[in-house]
């Protein structure tokens, strides 16, 4: 597949999951292990839960630990080890698939290893991507030259969308594979420019292998799965703000 010289993506993401939930003293477990070794200590983390008692008119506060957060000194590398789920997250600049997938599963192998997992109940294949739209002296930018993705309002109005943000989840043609798909204008750190968000998450609910060749390969497929619908996304124009192909 030709690879753009300036692609757009901030983060690609693999997350895997597991039915049986883990303890926190087996993650702790599975960081302490040489794989690990480069990345910051671990962080804690929490999800933080809210409950009313209308009879009493009285909120009470629950604070859970999950799991864990590694990252590397620089921030390019980020893992979440929870009860039960494994996410390895690569900020840009990405490189190459073979190259993140290849780190992703020497990360995973010895969390498989340490936590007995035989299969997963859910794997994922994310990547958010950002196309940096000139502003062109307008307040914002016809959306319809850049994406296929149209928004159909409710009565004709003048001008141009001005912000906008959608998410879609459907099933591919594939058998168990679906993706998650989020757009929407957002914040352009390049001045005088819009940025529009490309979120695509392929994902697989079929139990799979926690190694080996199948899973490999079930990887590789949901890529190319979110290759195409990134693709389909696009408009020549869109395509042109990429610094063409790599030779």
């Not at 299969?119 to 319809?144: H, Q």
């Not at 940025?195 to 079930?218: E, M, N, R, W, Y």
Request: glycine content about 6%; charged content about 30%.
């Amino acid at each position: 597949m030709r690879r753009y010289n300036n692609a757009p993506i901030l983060e690609a993401v693999l997350e895997f999951r597991w039915s049986s939930a883990k303890t926190l003293d087996e993650l702790r477990e599975v960081l302490a292990g040489d794989a690990f070794k480069e990345f910051d200590e671990p962080k804690s983390r929490e999800v933080f839960n809210a409950s009313m008692n209308f009879d009493a008119g009285e909120m009470s506060h629950e604070r859970k630990h999950i799991g864990f957060e590694i990252a590397l000194r620089d921030g390019s590398q980020i893992l979440f080890l929870e009860h039960q789920k494994f996410v390895y997250i690569q900020r840009a600049p990405y490189d190459r698939w073979e190259y993140f997938l290849e780190r992703a599963l020497s990360l995973l192998e010895p969390a498989v290893e340490v936590l007995s997992l035989s299969e997963f109940s859910r794997v994922g294949v994310r990547f958010v991507n950002r196309i940096d739209v000139p502003l062109a002296g307008t307040k914002g930018i016809d959306t319809d030259d850049y994406i296929t993705i149209s928004f159909d309002g409710p009565r004709e109005d003048v001008g141009v969308i001005e912000e906008f943000q959608m998410r879609v989840v459907k099933p591919t043609s594939k058998k168990g594979v679906h993706y998650a798909l989020v757009v929407a204008t957002t914040e352009s750190p390049l001045p005088e420019h819009v940025g529009i968000l490309l979120d695509i998450d392929v994902f697989t609910k079929l139990s799979l292998p926690a190694s080996g060749s199948k899973l490999h390969s079930a990887l590789t497929e949901m890529r190319q799965e979110k290759n195409d619908i990134f693709e389909e996304c696009l408009t020549d124009q869109a395509r042109n703000l990429f610094g063409g192909f790599e030779e």
